[in-house]
């Protein structure tokens, strides 16, 4: 009888990235008691190596160490070698990754870390070269040598003693709170909104001076102190870093859509891999900048990456896939990174019918013979139209006319191009994000967004949410359902919800947000420690129990929920918004010393602080007016309570919400002499009964 370690498990796992790795000669084993049990039995280190299906480091040492033979040989022999899909596991994910920021001061993936059988870690690093390469060891050089000291009973105990102290690192930093929790000081949005201000790159947008990611809970915090304070700096680096995203090689010119990041400071280059979370959150920050400053190139930015979620990441039952790879092959068959993206001018002019508008085409996307990656172009917005208007003879709408139509034509010769892979996994908290971000598109430029933001949400909802034992899963791959929903998959779906009502006035959405706090509070939420914590109480026993309070690549998952709860309090007869506001408080000293780190969390705090923009919507037939007065303002902490005018219909509601009393959101705010009225309430304030929109808005604004 085999030992569960004697061949490659991943045959048997539904994660397109493992099952990417069920031809290795590793013979890799699942995140599973049965692998920690063999490590026990065999008294072998763990090697655990964390990654996901579009990271392009992931794929070379893949090709390089785990596809050779004699590195196999040494991971089978003396290790139990574990593969984790980063996107399915966030909560593995987070614990050694956060060892290896401390002991490394940088991370990313592949996140390679050697364990004791009971899961505590004594090496890390990221990436391993199969030779020694500019101070970093040789991937089987290294095997050797950990292998040696695990043998030697000296240095055996020297690595159970640092795996101890690693540990208790790790539980320190993602488990404790504060003995005394205090609530942040006053000012904590314009206190972040500074920060952000004082660390900006005013040259290229954006911040930092080497690899540029985008940053959207900074974007949103100086869009916010903005619309409070006046300050017109926060709005100029928010519109000078969404300028750089929108012009540069970050955005996907030809068929809409962001790449991950750029890996140098002038947002040319990029890595090429796309994901969901950031084709949610981007369009996102587009549609508030485009609120904000009426610029109508923000708007067009987010109905074409819109565009780009329905046509390459959408499951036909309405859900969305994870991620886009960054490598796609050429034309030997080799897997090559942004191969599917980049241009020659000749590749344009093969592609383009017209000479003038394949040159025009050239000018205004920077392809060049030389290129700006391997001899070929990622394209760039370099040449303002109107600077190609002057030089070509032309009025700005023919340049205009000829460039979309050269845009259209190179995306038709993309598209017989090799397709990158896709990673087909649905995502139920990723989904939430995508979700928001079309309703909010739904509102503001086209309710065709909403109408596919309710096919997202019903496909998760069909799929991996069971509301008799109200429990999420988090993955839905080809049938199966796995994996215990984390806090950000309740939070970051409860928060879809709650936008899908606030953009269609659908009471069903309302019903699943409510359903999905309820779970949050009575799943995630320790009273006695005043945390959510990003996994269910008695779940899995892994050696820390993480929270999740700063904003990484997604939000931070406590800040999302506590912004959520702070929301639903205006609808729920239990107190959300005290959990939310313990939350805060118990972050208050993190939120402090670090506001942009904690954007999420100092948002939220910021509502606390200042109140919903209530806005009450009574109406059977809403005007079609009231959706066009929200839809062109920037209302950053707006609530939209949309409210049936007659009561028969108002007791349904509250049926459906599963409450005994009407809200206070609700509550008195009824029709009046039987015409629709809006109601703008600030602090426990509203104001009387308005026909329009903006008269309500007025009113608040006076009393803010």
Not at 285 to 298: H, K, N, S
Not at 476 to 499: M, N, P, Q, S, W
Not at 562 to 578: I, M, N, P, R, T
Not at 673 to 683: H, M, N, Q, T, W
């Amino acid at each position: 009888m085999s030992t569960p370690t004697s061949r490659n498990r991943l045959d048997e796992e539904g994660s397109p990235y493992l099952q990417a790795h069920a031809d290795n000669p590793v013979n890799w084993q699942p995140w599973d008691e049965a692998a920690k049990e063999a490590a026990k039995e065999r008294d072998v280190p763990i090697f655990l190596s964390i990654g996901y299906a579009a990271c392009h480091w992931c794929h070379v040492m893949a090709e390089e160490s785990f596809e050779d033979e004699a590195a196999a040989a040494l991971l089978n022999e003396h290790f139990v070698p574990v593969k984790v899909d980063r996107e399915e596991r966030p909560d593995v994910d987070s614990i050694y990754m956060t060892i290896c920021q401390r002991v490394s001061g940088q991370g990313g993936w592949p996140l390679s870390v050697w364990l004791t059988p009971e899961g505590d870690p004594f090496y890390v690093g990221t990436y391993f070269p199969p030779e020694a390469k500019r101070g970093q060891p040789g991937f089987k050089q290294l095997l050797q040598d950990i292998q040696g000291a695990w043998s030697d009973p000296e240095e055996r105990e020297e690595i159970e003693e640092r795996a101890t102290k690693w540990t208790r690192a790790i539980e320190g930093e993602l488990e404790e709170v504060p003995d005394q929790p205090s609530p942040p000081e006053e000012g904590v949005l314009e206190r972040a909104a500074d920060a952000a201000v004082n660390g900006a790159d005013r040259t290229h947008g954006g911040w930092g001076r080497g690899q540029k990611f985008p940053q959207l809970g900074r974007l949103h915090t100086l869009l916010r102190a903005h619309d409070r304070t006046g300050e017109p700096e926060y709005l100029e680096v928010a519109t000078e870093t969404l300028d750089a995203m929108a012009d540069g090689g970050l955005y996907d010119h030809v068929g809409g859509g962001f790449h991950r990041y750029t890996t140098d400071r002038e947002w040319v280059v990029p890595h090429f891999e796309k994901m969901l979370y950031d084709n949610a959150e981007l369009p996102r920050a587009f549609l508030a900048g485009y609120q904000a400053t009426g610029d109508e190139r923000y708007a067009t930015v987010a109905e074409e990456t819109f565009a780009f979620l329905e046509d390459e990441l959408q499951h036909p039952g309405g859900g969305f896939y994870s991620t886009l790879d960054a490598r796609s092959a050429d034309g030997s068959g080799e897997r090559v990174e942004g191969e599917f993206y980049v241009w020659t001018p000749q590749e344009v002019r093969e592609a383009v019918a017209d000479a003038t508008d394949a040159e025009l085409f050239c000018a205004r996307y920077g392809v060049t013979e030389a290129g700006n990656f391997e001899g070929r172009t990622v394209l760039t917005a370099s040449t303002p139209v109107a600077e190609l208007a002057e030089t070509h003879d032309l009025d700005t709408a023919a340049v205009r006319g000829r460039l979309n139509r050269a845009r259209e034509q190179v995306r038709a010769a993309r598209e017989h191009r090799p397709r990158p892979p896709r990673d087909e996994k649905v995502l139920a908290g990723w989904n939430g994000l995508a979700v928001s971000a079309l309703a909010e598109g739904g509102l503001v430029l086209d309710e065709t967004h909403a109408e596919t933001a309710a096919e997202a949400l019903a496909f998760v909802r069909e799929h991996c949410w069971d509301p008799e034992a109200r429990h999420l899963h988090r993955r839905y791959k080809d049938g199966e359902v796995r994996i215990e929903g984390y806090l950000e998959d309740y939070a970051f779906l409860g928060k879809g919800a709650l936008d899908l009502f606030q953009a269609t006035g659908e009471v069903d959405h309302l019903a699943f947000a409510l359903e999905l706090a309820r779970a949050i509070e009575e799943r995630f939420w320790d009273e006695e420690q005043g945390t959510l914590y990003f996994t269910q109480a008695g779940g899995e026993d892994l050696i820390a129990r993480p929270q999740e309070v700063s904003d990484q690549s997604t939000p931070s998952s406590a800040g999302v929920a506590a912004q959520l709860l702070l929301a639903l309090d205006h609808f729920a007869e239990a107190d959300l918004g005290a959990v939310a506001e313990t939350v805060v408080n118990t972050h208050g000293d993190r939120i402090d010393a670090n506001p942009l780190q904690h954007a999420s969390l100092s948002l939220a705090a910021a509502t606390l602080a200042a109140g919903h923009t209530e806005l009450t919507l009574t109406a059977d037939d809403p005007p079609a007016e009231w959706q066009a007065s929200v839809a062109e303002r920037y209302l950053p902490a707006r609530l939209l309570a949309w409210r049936p005018g007659d009561d028969e219909r108002l007791a349904g509601w509250l049926d459906t919400l599963d409450l005994e009393e009407t809200p206070q959101v609700w509550a008195g705010r009824g029709p009046r002499d039987g015409e629709p009225v809006v109601y703008a309430c600030r602090s426990f304030a509203c104001s009387p009964p308005r026909a329009a929109v903006e008269d309500a808005l007025a009113w608040a604004a006076d009393e803010a």
